[in-house]
């Protein structure tokens, strides 16, 4: 009786603390902060939104003659079967859709997508009605430590035992196996809004903005590189690692790799077993009426769309701002950029705000991936856009949490996990021998005394930032 009076007493005061604490506000209410078109466009540039939103919309089957999914070439192998499926919260365009939306609460689609149209797909254990959508890569090629790398996307169904897939027999992978081997990671869908202001950013931009507050970065061990085109050099910005040049390649690629359907720019037909092959190739090509495609209508939406709308207003979100900024958070997450010279009416030389350096960051073992995408590694990543945060669901780019607090924690880890890697070549060229090494050797996260300051705050200056993250 004495004991349990004692615990008792320990838990009231445990829940009076944590009522004291910093809590995340949760996802943004009201009317959705983004999904119509950049507010300067001229008529006939918004009437080619609007008609390339409607594509984005399109439902994909294999034949596309089954009514509600008339474009056509799905699978063999898919994650989703329309890029709004995915691109969806708090508008079409945006992230992974969820139950706790405020805007369009829905369980996750890819629980139902398993067995639409007599698929016959198991659904994995990581895909659940309540977390967010998600893409699985495998780490190595058969999970062993010292096994080659893999680092692809492994689609998550087929169309086996679809009604327009008869003869199709091929399976999904062995997800289990490879989930208890640790070998597989998660991506989850980044918001598209806006995307056409940084596809024009000049690369001396964000060259500029990556050199500047250099001795403050230096001072806090943050430095940051970028991703570049192995093709012309400049910079890539698109996608978790910052690994795809335009909208027009990640058009391309989503396509191909989450619905399985090829086109002008990936035309080959992944996971093209025998049985399993339907429509000639690319599956979807330039009109001969129109002259336009499926994937082109894809990276039109997304050049054209406006970033979403803060709504930063009140004292407490005004000074998480500034907050935000005194404790480091925007030597990374930068304030602004500002886009070049723009074929669109009223984009050229806007300043908008991303909340990103588009740079890729060293984050150490606590999110690392073990993905290599060009010139990221391990545990790089591509400082993830803040704007939008405020209406998202899901964080991190395997979606691990809801709660804006935990994401920020998340950016620590132990100086004492370090990633190395070296590569050496022999070879003779020019009639010369050549033998070029490189070495880098990194410990823990850039962030770390960031978020050691962020620690160091009071709790109402760390609900003041998170107030100001859900104002975004
Ligand atoms: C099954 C869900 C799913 C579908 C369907 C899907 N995506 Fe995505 N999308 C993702 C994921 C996951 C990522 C993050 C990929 C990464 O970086 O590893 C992403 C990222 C992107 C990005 C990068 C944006 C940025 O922040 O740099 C673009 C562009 C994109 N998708 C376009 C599309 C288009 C166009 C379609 C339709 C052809 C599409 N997606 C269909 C899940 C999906
Ligand atoms: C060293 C650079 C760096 C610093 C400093 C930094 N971040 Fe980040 N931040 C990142 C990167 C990189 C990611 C993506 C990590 C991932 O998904 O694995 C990220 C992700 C996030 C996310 C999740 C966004 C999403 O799309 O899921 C939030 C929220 C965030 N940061 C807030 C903050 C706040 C608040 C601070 C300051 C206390 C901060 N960050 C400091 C680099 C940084």
Not at 242 to 253: H, M, V, W
Request: proline share 6%; glycine share 12%; charged share 15%.
């Amino acid at each position: 009786m004495f004991y349990l009076r004692i615990a008792f007493v320990a838990a009231l005061v445990l829940g009076a603390g944590a009522l004291n604490a910093q809590v995340d506000p949760g996802p943004r209410s009201g009317s959705p902060s983004a999904g119509g078109y950049y507010p300067t466009l001229s008529a006939a540039e918004q009437a080619l939104f609007t008609q390339a939103q409607g594509v984005f919309k399109e439902i994909n089957s294999v034949s596309g003659t089954i009514p509600g999914e008339e474009s056509g070439g799905l699978g063999p192998t898919f994650n989703g079967n329309s890029c709004a499926m995915c691109h969806a919260q708090p508008a079409v365009g945006g992230s992974s859709p969820g139950k706790k939306s405020p805007q369009n609460p829905v369980p996750n689609p890819q629980v139902g997508l398993a067995k639409l149209d007599g698929a016959t797909n198991t659904v994995p254990s990581f895909i659940t009605a309540d977390g967010p959508v998600r893409e699985a890569r495998f780490i190595t090629a058969s999970g062993q430590d010292s096994a080659p790398l893999d680092g692809g996307v492994h689609g998550l169904y087929t169309i086996r035992g679809r009604s327009d897939a008869t003869g199709c027999n091929l399976t999904q992978p062995d997800f289990a196996g490879e989930l208890a081997r640790n070998n597989v990671i998660f991506r989850i869908p980044t918001p598209l809004f806006g995307l056409g202001l940084v596809e024009n950013t000049p690369d001396s931009t964000l060259q500029t903005n990556l050199a500047a507050n250099l001795t403050q970065k230096a001072k806090l061990g943050i430095s940051g590189r970028f991703n570049t085109s192995g093709n012309d050099g400049t910079i890539t910005r698109f996608g978790w690692k910052a690994q795809n040049k335009s909208l027009a390649i990640f058009a391309g690629e989503a396509y191909n790799v989450e619905q399985g359907v090829s086109n002008e720019v990936f035309p080959n037909e992944r996971s093209a077993v025998a049985g399993c092959v339907f429509n000639a190739t690319p599956e979807d090509a330039t009109s001969l009426t129109d002259g336009s495609s499926d994937a082109n209508n894809f990276a039109v939406f997304m050049r054209l769309t406006a970033p979403s709308k803060p709504s930063t207003s009140t004292a407490s979100q005004i000074n998480g701002q500034g907050l935000f900024g005194s404790v480091g958070c925007a030597l990374c997450h930068s304030l602004s950029l500002t886009t070049g010279k723009s074929i669109f009416t009223g984009m050229s030389s806007v300043t908008y705000r991303p909340y990103s350096d588009f740079a890729l960051h060293h984050m150490g073992s606590n999110l690392a991936d073990g993905i290599n995408q060009g010139a990221a590694g391990p545990d790089e990543f591509r400082t993830a856009p803040l704007w939008g945060v405020g209406q998202r669901l899901f964080f991190l780019h395997d979606g691990r949490t809801s709660d804006l607090l935990k994401a920020i924690e998340a950016h620590t880890s132990p100086g004492s996990d370090c990633v190395s890697s070296q590569n050496s070549l022999q070879f003779k060229a020019n009639s010369d021998l050549f033998h070029p090494f490189s070495q880098s050797y990194t410990c823990g996260s850039e962030a770390n005394e960031v978020i050691e300051n962020f620690n160091a705050l009071k709790t109402s200056e760390k609900q003041d930032i998170l107030n100001f993250l859900r104002s975004l």
